[in-house]
């Protein structure tokens, strides 16, 4: 149970905060490196350890709330990939908005990173030399993000869920291992997986949630353009009207922080990767 009772303009306001702060930690100057043009271009890692910090950051986002003290809407039992991430909160935004009645801009980017995840990915002659074992593997994109991103962040003797993914997705690819097998198979998975495969396809996913960043953005800029009021002509002074149905102590500092967001715009460009980024697994 919600342990306030959140109305649903705050919960959107809650959603809106946690995504743009994820995406903001993830999609920035610091992780990647600057670039000189917006199209046709491709996005690098300062460092690879920057590449794995951002592994770890995807994952966060694309695992719902542990716990949901906000009352948001419930994610239905029978649902898998995509829906099972904060992705199925702004697509509920996106079909029942509140701030804005007009939500394409938002829900358009959410839904493209939502089929993309999806996908299947297939890698032909990934060599697991632990087991020697060579074969093709085929599974949604998200699996391997999620399975990379949780070997970055957690020590061995914390990967047993990992294993169990590692041997249900070799059986499920025709190879029955054992769970030893699958610990053994691990490393060989995150270099394949991680520095080669999500190596790829960096640069895609961080053009996607830029694009979600700058959805989120102009959905909210005519809430921006309602609430901001100069308070003094002769200075920089302003407050925001907070909407009527925002009155906790947490939604009001979330919509103030949301607005001075937008107040000062993603300080990263919309850009566009080259296609030959997006041709392969």
């Not at 039992?77 to 029942?96: C, H, M, P, W």
């Not at 087991?131 to 949604?140: A, F, N, S």
């Not at 694009?211 to 002769?234: A, C, M, Q, V």
């Not at 009527?244 to 922080?257: A, F, N, V």
Request: hydrophobic letters at 35%.
């Amino acid at each position: 149970m919600p342990s306030y009772n959140y109305t649903d303009i705050e919960r959107e306001i809650i959603v809106l905060k946690a995504v743009t702060d994820l995406i903001d930690e993830m999609v920035n100057f610091e992780i990647f490196e600057k670039f000189e043009r917006t199209r046709d271009m491709n996005m690098t890692f300062r460092t690879m350890t920057h590449q794995r910090l951002f592994n770890v950051l995807l994952v966060d986002m694309l695992t719902r709330p542990s716990k949901n003290h906000f009352g948001l809407p419930s994610v239905p039992k029978d649902a898998s990939g995509s829906v099972r991430t904060f992705l199925y909160f702004l697509g509920q935004i996106g079909e029942n908005p509140v701030l804005n009645p007009s939500s394409a801009v938002l829900l358009e980017p959410v839904e493209e990173f939502a089929t993309w995840l999806d996908g299947e990915c297939i890698v032909e002659n990934v060599w697991f030399p632990s087991i020697e074992l060579e074969t093709t593997i085929q599974m949604p994109r998200m699996s391997f993000i999620k399975i990379c991103g949780d070997i970055a962040k957690h020590c061995f003797p914390r990967l047993g869920t990992n294993a169990d993914r590692i041997q249900e997705l070799l059986a499920n690819n025709g190879h029955e291992i054992d769970i030893e097998q699958a610990y053994l198979a691990m490393p060989d998975f995150y270099q394949w997986f991680h520095h080669d495969i999500f190596s790829y396809h960096s640069s895609t996913i961080a053009e996607s949630l830029n694009n979600i960043r700058w959805g989120i953005h102009d959905y909210l800029t005519p809430e921006f353009t309602r609430s901001y009021k100069k308070t003094d002509p002769n200075s920089e002074a302003y407050k925001f009207d907070f909407p009527k149905d925002c009155t906790s102590r947490l939604g009001k500092e979330m919509y103030w922080e949301l607005m001075n967001w937008v107040r000062s715009k993603p300080y990263m460009p919309r850009f566009e990767v080259t296609k030959y980024l997006k041709m392969r697994y």
